[in-house]
T-cell receptor, first 112, second 111 residues
């Protein structure tokens, strides 16, 4: 079983719609969770972090965490073509040294 | 402010040649530093991490090695490159609770 799993996509949504990206993780001791956005050929950039169960909102982005279900999600409201990218879910595991473990990423395509 | 530098941006190397990629961090001291590799169309794989000078931990047995000769310098090396070493190499540091910051990356093609 992979440590962090994501649907590879592509997830295609129309402009203005809500994009929903999901991620599951296997390490129950994980405490820190992140969403990164990566444009083609570029390095990942952090867009959201979440540490407690529930929702965390930042502009058009909402991260949701459910530790009991080992599930993290990212909602993007009012999706724009510029949101088209690969979204990487990442988790700091319980093994020490704050190692950040990534999922394979979900490719999002927002079409006009 | 803290910044992370990586070079070169692109590299084309023949099979069997050596490799040296460098990463430096500015504006902080004693950072945790990490090397990741991303194969084409894949996620990021953690290769090495370091919590201090001379301290290196390897995550995946492979043809690569890492060194940390100075507090804010992290180097990825190979004595003889393989075709399978091709990929996008990223250096990262953990500065705050807000996650990791990545360098701009080195795209390595082994031919």
């Amino acid at each position: 079983q992979k440590e962090v799993e994501q649907n590879s996509g592509p997830l295609s949504v129309p402009e203005g719609a809500i994009a929903s990206l999901n991620c599951t993780y296997s390490d129950r001791g994980s405490q820190s969770f992140f969403w990164y956005r990566q444009y083609s050929g570029k390095s990942p950039e952090l867009i959201m972090s979440i540490y407690s169960n529930g929702d965390k909102e930042d502009g058009r982005f909402t991260a949701q965490l459910n530790k009991a279900s080992q599930y993290v999600s990212l909602l993007i409201r009012d999706s724009q073509p510029s949101d088209s990218a690969t979204y990487l879910c990442a988790v700091i595991g319980s093994g020490g040294y704050n190692k950040l473990i990534f999922g394979a990423g979900t490719r999002l395509a927002v079409h006009p | 402010s803290q910044t992370i530098h990586q070079w070169p941006a692109t590299l084309v190397q023949p099979v069997g040649s050596p490799l040296s990629l460098e990463c430096t961090v500015e504006g902080t001291s004693n950072p945790n530093l990490y090397w990741y590799r991303q194969a084409a169309g894949r996620g990021l794989q953690l290769l090495f991490y370091s919590v201090g000078i001379g301290q290196i931990s390897s995550e995946v047995p492979q043809n690569l090695s890492a060194s940390r000769p100075q507090d804010r310098q992290f180097i990825l090396s190979s004595k003889k490159l393989l075709l399978s070493d091709s990929g996008f190499y990223l250096c990262a540091w953990r500065g705050t609770v807000y996650g990791y910051t990545f360098g701009s990356g080195t795209r390595l093609t082994v031919v």
